[in-house]
């Protein structure tokens, strides 16, 4: 045999089992949603759901992917709603229980939707808000860049970043802050797969959008792979009457499309006879089909060949960024295919029964890998999977972790603000030789002078693969920022787009499990604008990855900036976010104590990243004697002022206001003799500290009292609080709850203005006259 031959030959086998393969990927996904909503017993009469048909759209692809094309270092997010494809890869390489696929959907079960942190599967990326998944991995290319610049990563062993998403992906805004960025920064190794079955959840895709795509991502630097037909239709147009067939799909719009392959050989045949009749060969090439072979034909798109994949992907060498637009059939292969309902659409008992018969799958056989193959090919299929690159795949790294110092230096300073001093810390790292210093990496979107991370650029440099020159230095500009970029830079400087600035903070903080090596990530965010970026900010935290958000300025302390710039509710998201643990220091020293403790827990195994609200307010800073105070401001709150004990009488405040809670302290004195003022660092430490013990007592565990009861044990019975920050009051005011004490919270709950402090403490009532009033009302009356 000529060696072309032998290739050739090669291939097809290739071909035939990896089609085999997709079957069982069809079969498996839509067994476990079946089954987990049809024949696992229910309790609670709620609908379990599952994606059936978006499973099937893209078991080809998955399968082209997953058993050829995928190296071990690649790393994929998956489509969300194809989650059960992906479980069913592992269950074939043996990696996934059927007991944990029978619990999909269910406690401890396989999860809807890819979880790095619950499912246990290896999952590169979590995913299920749409849009983020895919846009994650093109950060995560820059990570990989950036860990290759600082020599912690050889070149060789880099991987592509793969995103596999689903058509309606595309309308969400956030891809394309993404692509711009990527286009900044010189993306490289990174493929998006789009499984275009131009359906979303509602409807079928707009038309209009045809050729869109590829124009978008071409003008960002992406090589953009159309995999519009399969080979059966690429054959069938070499035949006379093919070109005006292919015409035909060509201009057929999206929405007959779809009908016409939901209804099938008969419809497709009557439609093609009615308007292509009298062309030339198309009544032989439709006479040459049988209706099953029609809609064989009619729907034998790019993204349902096996071998049109395989040839696709094997030719994408190279490390440009890669947009492939496979072109699929929603519920393809199931009686649900095409059909505008079939996002959550699932097959009736008889129709899976048939499903399974089609397959040779016998009653009772259904979990079984191979059911109905034959021994000699279930062997042939067991070993392609076995020697398939993702079998090879090292499992995640448990990276060492960088050491932290004992302690960071207070910054100096009679009077100082909670940026100066967050600022100050760093640049005091930058310039040290501390490990810690060189894996710590700043991202700011735009905001990177205004947040006080310019001493560190200024030190550490600005990455970038090409060395770029600070041209106004050369020209002997003066300026306080030298934004020279090169390989070795540490800060990675975005443009004003929140959902990039959340997730490169994901990417990096996730370089650890992924690539092995631990980074530091310190991005910087003007407080209000958080809100902008808070779904990526939730998704980082859904997926553990580490990092440590600073939101300054914030509250209406920013007073010159006005309502549209003071953040109001941003005491309530660090309190509400789960795998972020928020503070809002006042002093320098608590500033350095809490970044550390963050530097420390944001490689702890079960820490998390950690979240600082600061502003740009310079107070007075407080003497201390000892380091007492400090084991309290990680926990949460601590006693600047201790009440005498059984006080009738606290203050508790947060962050900015302390210059305000003091003076209304000191001029309470003679009134309320005892009275106590409780720094709160962490309003979000105190309360899920004070939940979690609750949750121990009653679960039969150690009585041990949380530590805002210790502290506010300390009061008496009936004393009264007067809480106040510059943000919601609701952060605080649940500490009446914890004994029952009486309580005036203040705090905004109203837009900002313009003004001057003095004026904009006093309209929104944080100013000491309020809290020496709302004591009054408490404590006086
Ligand atoms: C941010 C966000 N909004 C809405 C949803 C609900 N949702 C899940 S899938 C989907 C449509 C997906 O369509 P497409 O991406 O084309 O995938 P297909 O199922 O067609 O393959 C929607 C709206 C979501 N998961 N995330
Ligand atoms: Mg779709």
């Not at 799958?361 to 890998?369: A, F, L, R, S, Y």
């Not at 601590?638 to 962050?655: D, H, N, T």
Request: charged content about 20%.
């Amino acid at each position: 045999m000529a060696e072309g031959d032998a290739v050739a030959a090669a291939r097809a086998e290739q071909v035939a089992l990896l089609t085999r393969i997709e079957e069982r990927l069809r079969w498996l996904s839509s067994w476990t949603v079946h089954n987990a909503n049809n024949i696992r017993a229910k309790r609670d009469g709620l609908k379990v759901g599952g994606h059936q048909a978006s499973c099937a759209s893209m078991t080809a692809i998955m399968t082209a992917l997953y058993f050829h094309a995928l190296r071990p270092q690649d790393k994929v997010a998956v489509k969300p709603h194809a989650g059960p494809v992906l479980h069913a890869i592992h269950y074939l390489l043996s990696e996934q229980t059927r007991e944990k696929l029978e619990r999909f959907r269910g406690l401890g079960g396989v999860q809807s939707y890819p979880s790095r942190t619950k499912d246990t599967i290896p999952i590169d990326f979590s995913t299920g808000s749409v849009g983020l998944g895919v846009a994650v991995t093109a950060f995560s290319s820059l990570v990989q860049d950036y860990l290759v610049a600082h020599g912690q990563l050889a070149e060789a062993d880099t991987g592509r970043m793969i995103a596999l998403m689903g058509d309606a992906e595309l309308d969400e805004g956030n891809i394309y802050e993404c692509l711009i960025e990527g286009y900044k920064h010189d993306l490289r190794n990174c493929w998006w797969i789009v499984d275009y079955n131009r359906q979303s959840l509602d409807a079928t895709t707009a038309d209009r959008m045809f050729r869109r795509f590829d124009d978008i991502f071409e003008t960002c630097g992406w090589r953009v792979v159309t995999l519009k037909h399969g080979r059966l239709q690429r054959e069938a147009f070499q035949r006379p009457g093919g070109r005006a067939l292919e015409d035909w799909i060509a201009n057929c719009p999206n929405a007959d499309f779809a009908v016409l392959t939901y209804l099938g050989g008969a419809a497709w045949r009557e439609r093609l006879e009615r308007d292509l009749a009298g062309v030339r060969g198309v009544k032989e090439l439709l006479a040459d089909h049988d209706d099953a072979a029609l809609a064989r034909l009619m729907t034998n798109l790019g993204g349902h060949c096996i071998e049109t994949l395989l040839d696709a992907f094997d030719a994408a060498t190279g490390d440009q960024p890669t947009l492939f637009i496979a072109y699929t059939v929603k519920g393809y292969g199931l009686p649900l295919a095409g059909h505008k309902d079939n996002h959550s659409g699932m097959m009736n008992t008889a129709q899976i029964e048939g499903l399974r018969a089609e397959l040779g799958i016998q009653p009772g056989e259904e979990w079984d890998k191979w059911a109905g193959l034959g021994d000699n090919l279930a062997a042939r299929l067991e070993a392609l999977v076995k020697d398939s690159p993702i079998a090879r795949k090292a499992p995640e790294h448990r990276a060492p972790a960088v050491p932290v110092p004992d302690r960071l230096p207070v910054p100096e300073g009679a009077v100082l603000s909670t940026q100066a001093a967050f600022g100050k810390v760093l640049y005091d790292l930058a310039k040290s030789d501390a490990a810690l210093a060189d894996r710590i990496v700043t991202t700011a979107p735009d905001v990177t002078q205004t947040t006080n991370l310019g001493a560190f650029v200024n030190q550490r440099g600005l990455f970038r693969r090409q060395e770029l020159a600070d041209v106004f230095q050369k020209a002997k500009i003066p300026s306080a920022q030298k934004w020279s970029a090169h390989t070795a830079g540490q800060h990675i400087e975005l443009g004003i787009a929140e959902h990039n600035f959340f997730l490169l903070l994901t990417s990096l903080g996730l370089a650890a499990p992924h690539f092995g090596t631990r980074l530091l990530p310190v991005g910087t965010v003007y407080d209000p604008f958080i809100a902008r970026g808070l779904d990526a900010l939730n998704y980082g935290c859904y997926q553990d990855a580490r990092f440590l958000l600073v939101g300054t300025p914030s509250g209406i302390t920013l007073a010159g900036e006005g309502g549209a710039h003071q953040s109001i509710n941003t005491p309530l998201i660090g309190m509400g976010q789960p795998g972020l643990e928020s503070f809002e220091p006042a002093f320098a020293d608590e500033v350095a104590l809490l970044m550390r403790w963050a530097f420390d827990h944001m490689q702890a195994d079960g820490g998390s990243s950690v979240y600082l609200r600061l502003t740009t307010r310079q107070i007075e800073q407080q003497p201390r004697t000892d380091d007492s105070w400090e084991a309290g401001a990680i926990a949460g709150a601590y006693w600047l002022r201790p009440p005498l004990p059984g006080a009738k009488a606290a203050i508790a405040y947060s962050g900015a206001v302390a210059p305000e809670a003091l003076a209304a302290w000191e001029e309470l004195q003679d009134d309320l003799p005892g009275l106590g003022l409780l720094a709160v660092t962490s309003p979000d430490r105190l309360h899920r500290d004070w939940s979690a013990a609750r949750a121990a007592r009653w679960q039969g565990g150690a009585r041990t009292p949380s530590h805002i009861e210790t502290l506010l044990g300390e009061l008496a019975p009936d004393a009264g609080l007067v809480t106040v920050l510059d943000g919601s009051p609701a952060a605080l005011s649940w500490l009446g709850g914890v004994k029952g004490h009486r309580i005036s919270p203040l705090g905004t709950d109203r837009f900002g203005q313009t003004g001057d402090l003095p004026d904009l403490y006093r309209t929104y009532r944080l100013d000491t006259h309020a809290i020496i009033d709302a004591a009054a009302e408490l404590f006086l009356a």
